[in-house]
């Protein structure tokens, strides 16, 4: 009898350890292919973005490569033209192509050629003239339909005209009584934020004078409900006062 209830436990005791195995075998083999599927979609996530970095690459290389023949086939205009306008306007779509270093070392090239044929002053007179067109053109985009373009163009005129004294006097024109309603809430402040990121130095009391008018302006239509200053219009006023040393 006892050993009919020894068999019997065993005969429930080993089916039972044979589950519960099974069990265990069933959820180490769910995990490993849960953690397999994860790794899965690591690597294609990882993947998707290497292989974005290297068409952002191309896509830059490709350009680059369209910038530079777009300027070579331009060259004689840039270069050697004797007709002052043309190279003006000519030397201010380059500008719009180029980064400020390439730019540079354009300006370099034309000062260097135009010295050797005598044409020194007349060149240097066309570059002031295409930085004017260039300049016109960045600040209008402040105030574009797109955010791409508005932040573009901010980005060029702090990077490329934090020194300009045209640029200056130019963005702070835009806020005159003439001016200031073509002016959207976005074009406000990117105007602001490029007066914020002037260098300092090339603050002038004449140009003191015009922010202030600016300012008051502003807060004169914000007061009769024209156009409200909202708490980013206001950082940035602060901003640009702090950057001219406005008390």
């Known amino acids: 009898m006892a050993q009919s209830q020894s068999r019997f436990r065993s005969e429930i005791w080993f089916p039972s350890i044979a589950s519960v195995l099974a ?4 959820a180490i083999i769910g995990y490993q292919a849960s953690k397999l599927s994860s790794d899965v979609e690591q690597l294609r996530i ?4 290497t292989t974005a970095i290297i068409e952002a690459q191309n896509d830059t290389a490709r350009t680059n490569l369209e ?14 033209a004797k007709n002052s306008p043309k190279q003006k306007y000519t030397l201010a779509v380059a500008q719009f192509i180029l980064t400020g270093l390439e730019f540079d070392a354009l300006k370099q090239a034309i000062g260097d050629e135009a010295q050797s044929s005598g044409r020194s002053f007349e060149v240097q007179e066309n570059i002031k003239g295409a930085n004017s067109i ?13 955010k791409s373009e508005r932040l573009s163009a901010t980005d060029r005129l702090i990077s490329q005209f934090s020194n300009s004294q045209p640029a200056l006097t130019s963005a702070l024109d835009v806020f005159s009584k003439e001016k200031i309603d073509m002016l959207t809430a976005n074009g406000r ?10 260098e300092k130095d090339i603050w002038t009391d004449e140009n003191r004078v015009k922010l202030k008018k600016a300012i008051k302006l502003m807060e004169s239509r914000h ?6 200053i909202g708490p980013k219009t206001r950082k940035w006023i602060n901003e640009a006062k702090r950057n ?4």
């Not at 069990?23 to 069933?26: P, Q, S």
């Not at 990882?46 to 973005?49: I, L, N, S």
């Not at 007061?223 to 409200?228: A, I, Y």
């Open 134 to 146: 260039v300049i016109a053109a960045l600040i209008s985009q402040l105030n574009g339909a797109s």
């Open 23 to 26: 069990a265990l075998g069933t």
């Open 189 to 198: 402040i990117n105007i602001l934020v490029y007066l914020s990121n002037v």
């Open 46 to 49: 990882e993947t998707e973005k």
């Open 223 to 228: 007061k009769d409900n024209v156009s409200k």
């Open 67 to 80: 910038r530079w023949k777009f300027i070579i086939n331009i060259r004689d205009d840039i270069v050697e």
């Open 244 to 247: 001219a040393t406005l008390n």
